[in-house]
């Protein structure tokens, strides 16, 4: 029952009471950038999650068996950044060979995934205490965390995307076109995730 408990507590929260766009404003480049058309907003979502899975299971099993080991913790920010960048350029080049409409639809926003916070963050944050149970997270829990966190990020892409092409057709004060909508529509977002701050399916250790 607990380990039932942990992983939708992980999932929940990752997903909304964390977002990493619309609760911790982290990775809003590319969520700007990318979020004009849904087709292209689902792309750069998709690789996001798959970018941040493969990035938390590298990122955790280096943490622990080398960087903790040999004592060299104070690196983990310098070799996250590396192992990310490396697997950013796998998904690349593999959308470039397999999808070359939906590479030059992400265009720069691809590469940007390489220096993307979110992505960093949700490595970082693999790293410490799951606040559920007290303890480090475990291989498992910082896949579950990278995924859903992955799947946030997508989440608030393709809403922002869908309000975006709703307001290409609505008729806007000429000076909030284009960008400064764009901010109003993500601040509104913002606040209504605000609402899941305060769910609390589940009690963690020691609350």
Do not use: H
């Amino acid at each position: 029952m607990n380990n039932i408990a942990n992983i939708i507590s992980i999932s929940i929260g990752a997903v909304f009471i964390n977002n990493f766009i619309l609760s911790k404003f982290l990775g809003l480049c590319p969520f700007f950038g990318v979020s004009k058309k849904l087709s292209s907003a689902t792309g750069m979502g998709m690789a996001v999650v798959f970018v941040m899975a493969i990035a938390s299971s590298f990122t955790w099993v280096i943490n622990r068996f080398i960087l903790i080991p040999y004592d060299v913790a104070y690196l983990q920010t310098i070799i996250f950044i590396l192992v990310i960048a490396a697997l950013v350029q796998l998904v690349e080049m593999a959308l470039q060979k397999y999808s070359p409409s939906l590479y030059e639809a992400l265009g720069i926003y691809l590469p940007l995934i390489t220096t993307n916070c979110a992505v960093l963050g949700v490595a970082l944050i693999n790293t410490g205490v799951n606040t559920f149970t007290g303890e480090p997270y475990t291989f498992f829990e910082s896949l579950l965390n990278g995924v859903m966190s992955g799947v946030g990020f997508m989440l608030a892409l393709l809403l922002m995307a869908g309000l975006r092409e709703k307001l290409e057709f609505s008729n806007i004060p000429k000076g909030l076109e284009g960008l400064p909508i764009a901010f109003i529509t993500a601040g509104l977002m913002a606040l209504s995730f605000l609402g899941f701050a305060g769910l609390n399916f589940f009690s963690p250790v020691g609350g």
